[in-house]
């Protein structure tokens, strides 16, 4: 099946209409036409090669929404005309011990990303949601239940949603715990949504005063200016978990203060340049963690979906076009987005 996409054949060029191939459907296969795919931070180091290991064409994107087409005769789960989702995995190896107990973001033998990661598919490597349809195995196909008229504004729970949630449920945010979330910005404002919903004490920290305000508006009980000392100190000895979503290099011993006696701070961001080493004292005196996380299998992913259409949360978002993409990915880079891009699929029919 050929379908117009949108992606880049090198790191030094813009993106441009590509026409694809995707397999035809197998028995367990679930073929999706999409209608939104969130814009991650990923997409745009993936593309311009900033990690490095970049497969072209790269056609980035996952944080996909859209309908069922078509479905394999073995599968179950999903029927032509539902509304789905597809996260940032399409394949892992189903019998390591992260597999066998539904953590496959985890996968002991290498999981297959949405995008970038090997296949036997043309042409050789996965090919992302900046595309008019996608074919995966319904193991890894989501169930969306949130009604239609947010669809676009689920889309990035895929990916920054469960990236967020996965700590917050792992750490047991809940009534009676004081969470931390510092930054604002897409991993953030959906960790703020979250752990509010969970019935925590949500603290904010961003170093823009402009944001306090967003950040109570997004559900948090307490802003807090990371430029004012005071602020700061008012918080010490306070959290039992700090959400930390910014992707810079930063002094972390600041937040290892700022938490209990057996308080975790987990990484959520990985930077271009490495942390600061901390100081070892501020975690042997009070049994404090510095931990990372990374997404969610697709068990938990699926609850996350659950647990945001119940509560009606879903990102702040902006539309825009595929022929839009490169405008956005440099308004990312200035943190000019509140807080997610999401494309319109149907602007794909006009890019060819």
């Not at 993936?46 to 944080?63: F, I, K, M, S």
């Not at 073995?74 to 996260?87: A, I, L, M, N, S």
């Not at 009534?175 to 703020?192: E, R, W």
């Not at 509010?196 to 949500?202: C, E, I, K, L, R």
Request: glycine residues 12%.
């Amino acid at each position: 099946m050929q379908v117009t996409a949108y992606g880049a054949r090198s790191g030094d060029r813009p993106l441009e209409a590509l026409t694809i191939q995707r397999r035809n459907a197998g028995p367990r296969d679930v073929e999706i036409d999409i209608a939104y795919c969130g814009v991650c931070h990923s997409d745009l180091h993936t593309v311009r090669d900033e990690w490095g290991g970049t497969l072209y064409p790269c056609v980035p994107g996952h944080e996909i929404v859209g309908t069922v087409r078509s479905v394999g005769p073995e599968v179950t789960r999903f029927k032509v005309g539902d509304t789905v989702g597809v996260g940032c995995l399409v394949d892992s190896c189903g019998h390591c011990h992260s597999c066998e107990e539904n953590l496959e973001n985890y996968c002991e033998n290498g999981w297959t990303g949405t995008y970038n990661g090997q296949t036997a598919d043309e042409p050789g490597h996965t090919l992302g949601g900046y595309s008019q349809a996608i074919v995966v195995d319904e193991h890894f196909v989501l169930a969306i239940r949130h009604p239609q008229d947010q669809l676009a504004a689920v889309a990035p729970l895929l990916c920054a949603g469960i990236t967020t949630y996965s700590p917050l449920r792992h750490w047991n945010a809940g009534p009676g715990k004081k969470v931390g979330v510092v930054g604002i910005g897409g991993l953030g404002h959906m960790a703020i949504k979250i752990a509010h919903a969970m019935g925590a004490h949500v603290v904010a920290f961003t170093s823009t005063p402009a944001k306090r305000q967003d950040a109570i508006d997004l559900g948090a009980d307490e802003a807090v200016v990371t430029r004012e000392p005071e602020e700061l100190a008012a918080q010490t000895g306070s959290f039992d978990l700090i959400i930390d979503s910014v992707a810079a290099s930063h002094d972390l011993d600041t937040y290892i203060g700022l938490l209990k006696r057996d308080g975790a701070l987990v990484m959520l961001g990985v930077p271009e340049h490495p942390h600061p080493s901390p100081n070892v004292g501020g975690l042997i005196f009070g049994r404090k963690t510095i931990a990372g996380s990374l997404i969610g299998g697709l068990a938990e992913t699926q609850e996350m979906l659950d647990f945001c259409a119940e509560h009606g949360i879903v990102s702040d978002i902006e539309m825009i076009d595929i022929q839009q993409i490169d405008e956005a990915y440099d308004r990312m880079l200035r943190s000019d987005v509140r807080y997610r891009f999401v494309i319109d699929n149907a602007s794909l029919a006009n890019a060819a």
